[in-house]
């Protein structure tokens, strides 16, 4: 192992931000360190200009001056505002989920990583990706609050029980890159790592080949038969139609609408009664505690297939 590798500065720029990352970082730290120089500089030079006992002419002392108080205002609040222009054109390009990005699940559970891909491939503290692929990770927890931490790809973010929080990135570089929880979870909280392996694309077809398993819209299939949902939620039942439901706006029995996005079908599976769809009744039994994160994710994909069914019947 060379003395580069053992001497690291910084981790590996393994992802489309960590390079916009990086820059930012370097540029606060570069005007940080020259701003740190100047006013040492200044305090050095006036303690010993104006040291006790020292012939300087002490006549000229200026009390209040309105154009330094100014300048010095509208001069900073340039520079903080440029850092944030910076730092919002950074996440905006970086962070926003483009259209054709690879869907992977994440669920965060006392000590461990939990990650599935649509087509029903599940690991345990690995992620297995293919280079220059635009990913979007959908998180969640099922007991505290986590942090998915990937310092290679200079991304990092809190996974929360009860809420879909998204991470968006692109691996650029194969290899095997960390990841942490960087946030204390428990008294095992140091046990939570694992690992991003980012392959070229014949690799991951090739890792693909061999790990097949069934799709999570079959085992969403599953559980909505085995769950009795189908009695209410198909055509003429008594529950709302779910078929081309995700991404749709949906008007509650309270006046005001939503987009059905995956937070808000979790809590229609959790807690039915919280927001109550219009022209329905209330009756539909909470599954909160009866069904796992992933079972959750599982139902969730079956109900975005049921759309892409409903397009397919109407384009024929």
Not at 66 to 76: D, F, H, K, L, N
Not at 197 to 204: G, L, S
Request: aromatic fraction near 10%.
């Amino acid at each position: 192992m060379t003395g580069a590798r053992l001497f690291r500065f910084i981790p590996p720029e393994a992802s489309s931000v960590a390079p916009r990352v990086d820059r930012l970082v370097l540029i606060l730290l570069c005007c940080s360190i020259l701003i740190v120089l100047a006013v040492f500089t200044l305090i050095i030079y006036f303690a010993i200009r104006y040291r006790n006992g020292a012939k300087t002419d002490r006549s000229h002392i200026i009390h209040n001056s309105t154009p330094i108080e100014i300048g010095w205002t509208v001069a900073t609040s340039v520079v903080f505002f440029c850092f944030f222009g910076m730092g919002l054109a950074t996440y905006y390009d970086d962070f926003r989920p483009p259209a054709n990005a690879m869907d992977i699940f994440v669920v965060g559970k006392q000590w461990m990583w939990k990650t599935q891909h649509p087509d029903g491939r599940r690991e345990i503290n690995q992620l297995h990706l293919p280079v220059g692929q635009e990913v979007r990770l959908s998180m969640i927890s099922e007991d505290v609050i986590h942090d998915f931490f990937i310092p290679a790809f200079r991304i990092k973010k809190d996974v929360l029980p009860g809420r879909y929080t998204e991470m968006t990135f692109m691996p650029t570089k194969p290899g095997v890159y960390h990841l942490f929880c960087s946030q204390y979870c428990g008294p095992f909280h140091a046990n939570m790592v694992g690992q991003i392996i980012v392959m070229n694309a014949p690799d991951y077809q090739r890792w693909l080949a061999e790990t097949a398993q069934p799709p999570m819209a079959r085992e969403g299939q599953a559980l909505f038969r085995e769950r009795g949902c189908v009695a209410c939620h198909q055509p003429g039942g008594r529950g709302p139609q779910l078929a081309g439901l995700p991404g749709r706006f949906v008007h509650l029995s309270d006046g005001s609408t939503l987009v059905a996005d995956d937070s808000y079908i979790r809590e229609s599976i959790v807690a039915p009664a919280t927001k109550i769809v219009a022209g329905y009744d209330p009756i539909m039994p909470t599954f909160q505690g009866q069904l796992s994160e992933q079972q959750i994710q599982s139902l969730i994909e079956y109900i975005k297939s049921l759309g892409i069914e409903e397009q397919e019947r109407t384009h024929t």
